[in-house]
């Protein structure tokens, strides 16, 4: 690793996969004790603690990017060298806050989801508690890693990592509908994940219009595929010391951003490729339920973000309204798709996935828009939507599971303000917040987007700052006038359905337990973050969402 | 044209055949044997390719990397139709062992253990399987149908091929134009197979051919040896992964929902709205 790489982001990269392996080994030994899972589930929740309180110390860093690569083999007789490239922006910083914020949730949630489940004879390993902490382990390494690798083939290799972890963790309670779900999940996702591949083969070609790759040093000819060497943060040198700055054809640039956007916008769970999205997030245990919709959906994010930076400063300003015009235009069609569905009758935890197509529709539709003030918006959504929806899906997991212990399933499930009325009362102000109901955290992300809207209706001047997508004004009209009916509609869908969860009659006999620690400790460690983000943004974290912002419009901070 | 490059066109000429049994044919086994064929020549010609670039770029190459890019379709050609025949079967750790036939004692007990997916497919329980696929029922789709969404797909693929201008100094070669067509072909032929077919096997199959068009274009059009080696690395990723979860995932839908008619899943499923 290189010298100036901070010795804890190795930590941050190898801790979950550290704590798989021991999952691992003491999968061997669960028989002598049933004390060995529960150690390995509070060592998860420390493990995961810890990198948090990392991550939000990183925060406050300011030395930015790091960079290392790593040569786990190295052949130099034959000039065959195998790198890999990491490197960390300010971007990087805030999407691996963003994992480390839900998984730590969700990992201490999942103390009180497995506490009464015991596996039947012929449940497979990872049905069992021990299987689930290693594959929420493993889910997790591949999250942090993402962000984190430089190499775009590598991302693409990370992205599929997080497909092994994810599907049988949402067959894990091994029901019909679950084995459904995780298989329509890997056939849509698989066919989506390959096409992304595609994109990049096409990036791969755009490189070697103007580099001869194989004049190139062999030690970095691995790092041609790295994101930062480019967008030309950096230089690779010749054998002769003459500095390289790779020119991209812009054909296959074009290309390769149209197959990453399908190709990852298939993980990201947008439309018309969402089809998997309300299944596997319906039928995944409740704490899978907010990694998959807080996390997993940002990460392919994450690597749409890095190609549409890509492909804005490669096509310039004739190609970046066509760019942002397509990313306006994937946001506004989720979020009209997911209006219909969140306003019928259908069981919650299918309501709630389908916000999630909402609300990555408002965050593409605030990229699309463009300027600083709208992407400001959307990077902040990011953060706030995955709070939110983890605090959504592990209360309502905290309901159902008591619940369902005294016989009542999904449909039936109602007057929790009387049974249930701490975890009531948060899932309702949950729900407000999730529809962008003030003071919270999505009212203030809803709200900058809307404003970076209204902001484009302002004239620009003689010429737009290249990075400013200088779309037509009844483009943006006609666009913040959707926007603004699909929310509303979706408002009044979610408070229908979440007056009917909480306020609806009941028998007078059926007074449930709230749960432990385990199982209010993690609302109420969201409620509050989600409370706090309404009123205040940390100025350590307005600077980190600031320079996100400004690495989305061109590049570099 | 030399002699090489016009060997690899007539290979590609066979796997565009075998795109066309695996659309138009209704039978899955021949749906599965088409796609072994598919891996035999995807292993010829990009062993062909690989070894053509080599000579040509004049890059020093281990014969380790040249094995890595032919081992995983001779692998495929080699071990599908097992993993799908296992995969069609009941899993083996279930109680009712009616549909599952040991040859032997050995057999049964490694079944019955925990490392039951590394054990042999009996020849019992392949005929089993093909059995099961041959009863599976078909939509009756008239044969020219099929043909015609082959030769539309192969259309859209040179329509999208030369929309891509030529990405290497000097241009694509003709033997190279023909490839990357293929692969395209394959990609796109998968795509539709896997969103129009009527059973959970051909699905599958239909995610692997676009797997195997990928891996064409890969060698293809990515510098040999890099960063060729990492797309290739990546797809083994892809290949594995997917084969892994073939093993766990289409036995758990199976055993759950007594078919695999996606159709007849439909039809019973709870996933609505």
Redesign the interface.
Known sequence: MDKNWPLFLTIMGITPLFMSIIGVIAAFFQHRSQWIERILGWLTVSASAALLGISIWMVTWTDYPFRASWHPFA?PS?????TIDFYVDQLSVFFILLVNIVAFAASWNSLDYLNDIEPTQ?A??WQKPIGFHILVNLFHFTMLLVPMLD?L??V??AI??T??GS??LV?HQ????S??????Y??IT??G??LA??G???L???L??NI???KVRPEV??S??SWSFLVGNTTLTYRNGMPVHPEL?K??VW?AFLFALVGYGTKAGLAPMHTWL??AH??APSPISALLSGVLLKSALYVILRFYILANLVLEEEGHILTSGILLGMGLFSLIVATP?IL????FK?VLAYHSLEHMGIIVFGLGLGGSIAIFGAVLHMLNHAITKSLMFLSFGNVMKRYEKRGILQPHITGIFRSMPITGTILALGGLALVGTPPFNIFVSELIILWGGLKRLMPLGEKAPQYIPDFPSQVIVIAIVLFLSSTTLIFYGLVNHLRKLTLGKMSDDLKLKEGGGTALGPLFFLFVLMLILGIYIWSPLANLVDASTQIIMGGTP | MNIIDSGIVLIELGMLYTVYRILTDQNIKNVITAYRWQSGLLAVTTALTAGKQVRELGVTLTFFLIVMIVLLPIALMAFIMPILARATIYSPREEDGSEILHTNLLMHNLRKSKWYLFSIVTPIEKLTAKRIWLQHKHKKRPPFVNVWFVVFLAISAGIVFRGIPSGTQGGFTLGEQFGLFVSLVLHLTGLYSTVVKSNIISQAIGVLTMDQGLYLAVVKIVAIPVPATFFVLSLYAYTIVTITLLLIIIPGLRHETKSIALEEIEQTSTLKG
């Open positions: 052949a034959v000039d065959f060298y195998f012929s497979k390993w190499n083939v590598g693409w290799i599929e990592l497909t092994v599907a049988f067959a091994s029901k019909r509908s084995w459904e779900a995780t298989w329509k890997l056939i698989s066919t994940i390959i591949l595609l990049t083969v096409f791969a070609n755009a070697s219009v001869e790759i194989s000819q691995d041609v595929m054809n054909a296959f290309f309300p299944d319906g039928e569905f019928k009758e259908n069981p299918r």
